[in-house]
């Protein structure tokens, strides 16, 4: 008399699993979102005025920054291009982005065609970024006094840990 074996239990695991649908693109929908998005860091925004970057050089930096798509690839639009996307002329383009280089938030770095001529030029934004990373002490740190401050208000005053 031959033993049978019970036969193993199959689970089929999905052909294509579901993606978790980001809050990103919860917020924006699937069909704009599908063309990208770009990250900015809070503290880039909320920064904004203690970096001293005013709001059209702030707009610029934001067109650099959705150029920007892979670290070791640095933007290289046009001024052209970033002019039309923002809706201002070559030259404000040029002298803001002079004073952002100015500022030490970017650098530009001249390209050349295979043929010679003149290309766009390649924006780096390290000093932006070093800035930015800069402010972060002073970030995490207004956030656990709110978080402190949270906590007390929420805590009656008997109970309340003292200083």
């Keep these: 008399m031959s033993e049978s074996k019970p036969e193993a239990a199959v689970i089929s695991f999905p052909k294509d699993p579901k993606k978790k649908t980001s809050s990103t693109e919860k917020i924006w929908g699937k069909s704009v979102y599908s ?8 503290i880039l925004i909320q920064g904004q005025r203690r970096l001293g970057i005013t ?26 291009e ?4 923002l809706g201002l002329t070559d030259k404000t383009i040029q002298s803001n982005i002079r004073e952002l ?3 030490g938030l970017i650098w ?11 290309n766009s030029n390649i924006y780096h934004l390290d000093g932006l970024v070093q800035k930015v990373q800069a402010l972060e002490p002073d970030f995490s740190e ?3 006094k709110r978080k402190e401050a949270k906590a007390n208000a929420e805590t009656p ?3 309340r840990a003292k200083h």
């Design 35 to 42: 063309h990208g998005y770009t990250g900015i860091p809070s």
């Design 55 to 80: 709001p059209t050089q702030m707009n610029i930096i934001i067109q650099l920054l959705d150029y920007w798509r892979e670290p070791s690839r640095k933007p290289f639009p046009t001024k052209k």
């Design 82 to 85: 970033l002019a039309e996307r």
């Design 101 to 103: 280089e100015k500022a």
């Design 108 to 118: 530009r770095e001249q390209r050349r065609t295979a043929a010679g001529d003149w």
């Design 142 to 144: 207004a956030r656990r």
């Design 157 to 159: 005053a008997g109970r």
